[in-house]
C-alpha cells in the first residue's frame, strides 16, 4: 500500500460526459502528479500540483483540469468525454527533494476510465 | 515524443536467469529513476540514480547511468516468477514543463 488512494477504482461513461477523479496523497506529502496510461501513448504526465498551487503542466487537454485543495488532496476533471480518453489515470504524491528535484514518487492504483 | 525509451519492449527469460534492461534519454536529467508495474496496478519505485552517480545497487537490482551516452541499464538477478511485471525508466529532466518523463516500459516474462 502506497498511502496514496485514489477514487473512483472504475468508471463507465458515454461520449460527451464529465467526470471527476480523486486523489488524496501520502500523509505529509505537498506534490501530486496526474498521469494518463493509455495502450498506445504510454505513461503521460498530465500535470503536477505543490501545496495548492500548479507547479508543471504537460500534455493536458484543454477539456482537462485540476486542482489541489488545502487539505491537499486532488481532483482531475474530465469534460466533453471522447471515447480516446479511455484510460487509467494515476495520480502519485511525493516530497520534494533537493530543491527542485524529482524525488520517488508514490502511486496510487489508479482510476480506470471507460468512454462508451 | 517520450523523453525516454526502453528496450527492449518486451522480455521473457527462465527462471534464474538474469534480465536486462535497457533504457535511453534525449535531455539533461538531474536523476533517473526505475519502476515496475503489475498489470493494471499503481507503479512502484524501484531505484533512484542521480546524475553525477553511474552504479547503484539494491537487494537484486543493479542500475548503471552513463550520461555521456544518454542511458542506463536495469540488471535483474536470479530472476524469479514474481518479478513478472512492466519496467519503466522514468527522467527527471533539467528543463521544461514535465519533471518526471517516463518511457514506454519493458514487458518482463519469468517463466518458471
Known amino acids: 500500500d502506497s498511502g496514496v488512494t485514489q477514487t473512483p477504482k472504475h468508471l463507465i461513461t458515454a461520449t460527451g460526459q464529465r467526470v471527476t477523479l480523486r486523489c488524496s496523497p501520502r500523509?505529509?506529502?505537498?506534490?501530486v502528479y496526474w498521469y494518463q496510461q493509455s495502450l498506445d501513448q504510454g505513461l503521460q504526465f498530465l500535470i503536477q500540483y505543490y501545496n495548492g498551487e500548479e507547479r508543471a503542466k504537460g500534455n493536458i487537454l484543454e477539456r482537462f483540469s485540476a486542482q489541489q485543495f488545502p487539505d491537499l488532496h486532488s481532483e482531475l476533471n474530465l469534460s466533453s468525454l471522447e471515447l480516446g480518453d479511455s484510460a487509467l489515470y494515476f495520480c502519485a504524491s511525493s516530497v520534494p527533494r533537493e530543491g527542485a528535484n524529482t524525488g520517488e514518487l508514490f502511486f496510487g492504483e489508479g482510476s480506470r476510465l471507460t468512454v462508451l | 515524443s517520450q523523453q525516454g525509451e526502453e528496450d527492449p519492449q518486451a522480455l521473457s527469460i527462465q527462471e534464474g536467469e538474469n534480465a536486462t534492461m535497457n533504457c535511453s534519454y534525449k535531455?539533461?536529467?538531474?536523476?533517473l529513476q526505475w519502476y515496475r508495474q503489475n498489470s493494471g496496478r499503481g507503479l512502484v519505485h524501484l531505484i533512484l540514480?542521480?546524475?553525477?552517480?553511474r552504479e547503484k545497487h539494491s537487494g537484486r537490482l543493479r542500475v548503471t547511468l552513463d550520461t555521456s551516452k544518454k542511458s542506463s541499464s536495469l540488471l535483474i538477478t536470479a530472476s524469479r516468477a514474481a518479478d513478472t511485471a512492466s519496467y519503466f525508466c522514468a527522467t527527471d529532466i533539467i528543463q521544461g514543463a514535465q519533471k518526471l518523463v517516463f518511457g514506454q516500459g519493458t514487458r518482463l516474462t519469468i517463466n518458471p
Open positions: 500523509s505529509g506529502d505537498l506534490s
Open positions: 540514480i542521480r546524475s553525477n552517480e
Open positions: 535531455t539533461s536529467i538531474n536523476n
